[in-house]
């Protein structure tokens, strides 16, 4: 029972350094798709197939994320918001929003790293000592 409630608090922690790690893959993927509208070659669905990070995907004009990828409800919103205006203005608007969204995206990037640090360490240690805690009441 111990290494189980300590495999969940484990599991928990390594979601806060996911969570993070997605985040700056989505900062990546925003610059790449900045790029490709400079270049003015390609069309919303081929940028998007060709830039977006693992986790995600693009089908009938929606991003689709991975429910198994443990975002919050801000980072889940600013995604959706960026890539449902995605196309909708010329290239010089559409720059200026990526570069504006990448800069919201550093922000929670910023807040995920936060969190890594304050909370990944009471996660690991505290599903252990529930386990313990558990196994002495269950015996």
Do not use: P, W
């Given at each position: 029972m111990i290494f189980c409630f300590g495999l969940i608090g484990i599991k928990s922690a390594a979601a806060l350094k996911e969570r993070a790690a997605f985040i700056n893959r989505l900062i990546l993927c925003?610059?790449?798709?900045?790029?490709?509208?400079?270049?003015?070659?390609a069309e919303k669905g081929e940028i998007l197939k060709s830039t977006l990070p693992a986790f995600m995907s693009y089908e009938q004009e929606h991003v689709i994320i991975d429910k198994n990828i443990r975002l919050?409800?801000?980072?889940?919103?600013?995604i959706e918001e960026f890539f449902v205006g995605?196309?909708?203005?010329?290239?010089?608007?559409?720059?200026?929003?990526?570069?504006?969204?990448?800069?919201?995206?550093k922000k929670q990037l910023i807040e995920a790293e936060k969190?890594?640090?304050?909370?990944?360490?009471?996660?690991?240690?505290?599903?252990?000592?529930?386990?313990?805690?558990l196994s002495f009441l269950w015996w």
């Open positions: 925003t610059d790449k798709i900045s790029q490709y509208i400079k270049m003015g070659n919050s409800l801000e980072d889940i919103r600013l995605l196309g909708m203005g010329d290239i010089d608007a559409e720059l200026v929003r990526c570069n504006a969204f990448k800069n919201l995206f969190d890594v640090e304050e909370k990944h360490r009471l996660f690991t240690v505290s599903g252990f000592i529930l386990g313990l805690i």
